[in-house]
Nanobody
């Protein structure tokens, strides 16, 4: 079992920055990729960024050059969000994939507003 807890969301102004974190606990040795998703009201959940055990990263086109995913082993995965836009407003979810199943966190709200 893996438990994921997100934190660090909040309110930011357009052009500002926030960093959200995902703390993983439990049996984490077989996690091979961790991902950040987001879901805005009335929209489908979308993939934002991912990082593999070999530190290969991928980003959605909408966040490339603004967001950076990183990890501290598999204990904590971060999403640094710079140059925030109003359209980045969403609940951000952390997800961990193992060979046998996937795990989700409960989400953290990010609101970008002036």
């Amino acid at each position: 079992q893996v438990q994921l807890v997100e934190s660090g969301g909040g309110l930011a102004q357009p052009g500002g920055s926030l960093r959200v974190s995902c703390a993983a606990s439990g049996i984490t040795f077989d996690i091979y990729v961790m991902l950040w998703y987001r879901q805005a009201p009335g929209s489908q959940r979308e993939l934002v960024a991912s990082i593999t055990r070999s530190d290969s990263t991928n980003y959605a086109e909408s966040v490339k050059g603004r967001f950076t995913i990183s990890r501290d082993n598999w204990n904590t995965v971060y999403l640094q969000m710079n140059s925030l836009k109003v359209e980045d407003t969403a609940v951000y979810y952390c997800k961990a994939n193992t060979l046998s199943r996937t795990y989700w966190g409960q989400g953290t709200q990010v609101t970008v507003s002036s």
